[in-house]
Nanobody, 128 residues
Framework: QVQMVESGGGLVQAGGSLRLSCSAS????????MGWFRQAPGKERECVAA????????YYADSVKGRFTISRENAKNTVYLQMNSLKPEDTAVYYC?????????????????????WGQGTQVTVSS
């Protein structure tokens, strides 16, 4: 069982930056692949970035590639999402999620069903 708490959300102007953190409980954090999802009002939840258990492989949605960076510190049971050059369309609730599955198979990292545990979310609002 993994419990996760996101932090770092807030209000920022377009072009600004935020860093989200997701702190997880449990001694097996380093064995989970991790993902960051977002959900805007009226839209489906989508994966914006994911990272393998070792941190050696990362995945990004095209909409954030080159602007967002996912990383993890297994010693701190924490995964991060550095978000730069933010746009109003990045406004959403951001969730971290943990997966016991191999995220590289058939682009599994993109799918909600690939993840077993979820945080409660943190709001990110980007003003124009």
């Amino acid at each position: 069982q993994v419990q996760m708490v996101e932090s770092g959300g807030g209000l920022v102007q377009a072009g600004g930056s935020l860093r989200l953190s997701c702190s997880a409980s449990g001694r097996t954090f380093s064995s989970y692949g991790m993902g960051w999802f977002r959900q805007a009002p009226g839209k489906e939840r989508e994966c914006v970035a994911a990272i393998s258990w070792s941190g050696g492989t990362t995945y990004y949605a095209d909409s954030v590639k080159g602007r967002f960076t996912i990383s993890r510190e297994n010693a701190k049971n924490t995964v991060y999402l550095q978000m730069n050059s933010l746009k109003p369309e990045d406004t959403a609730v951001y969730y971290c999620a943990a997966s016991t599955k191999e995220l590289s198979y058939h682009s599994s990292w993109r799918f909600l069903s690939s993840y077993d545990y979820w945080g409660q979310g943190t709001q990110v609002t980007v003003s124009s």
